[in-house]
């Protein structure tokens, strides 16, 4: 078992930037990949960004060099920095971790709101 909890949502002006935090606990060695999703209202769960446990990264074609995904002590913390945020990118963003079983364990979610 894997368990995640977010932190670091709220809101941010347009331009502005913000840092989420995913924090693992449980059975972290068997974790292969960390993303971060989101999903806004009447759309579907989009990849915004993920890592793995080979340090490998991928984003999604949205991102456009804007956020950057990085993880502290391997896998047990992933964060996600967010720069130059459009009301566009407003939405619940959730942590999900994929075992090499494929197994996957999603976080509650946080919310990100981007307003003037």
């Known amino acids: 078992q894997v368990q995640l909890v977010e932190s670091g949502g709220g809101l941010a002006q347009p331009g502005g930037s913000l840092r989420l935090s995913c924090a693992a606990s449980g059975h972290i060695d068997a974790i292969k990949t960390v993303g971060w999703y989101r999903q806004s209202s009447g759309r579907e769960r989009d990849l915004v960004a993920q890592i793995s446990t080979y340090g490998s990264t991928q984003y999604g074609d949205f991102v456009k060099g804007r956020f950057t995904v990085s993880s502290d002590n391997g896998l047990k913390t992933v964060n996600l920095q967010m720069n130059n945020l459009t009301p566009e990118d407003t939405a619940v963003y959730y942590c999900?971790?994929?075992?090499?079983?494929?197994?996957?364990?999603w976080g509650q979610g946080t919310q990100v709101t981007v307003s003037s």
């Open positions: 999900r971790a994929l075992t090499f079983a494929t197994n996957e364990y």
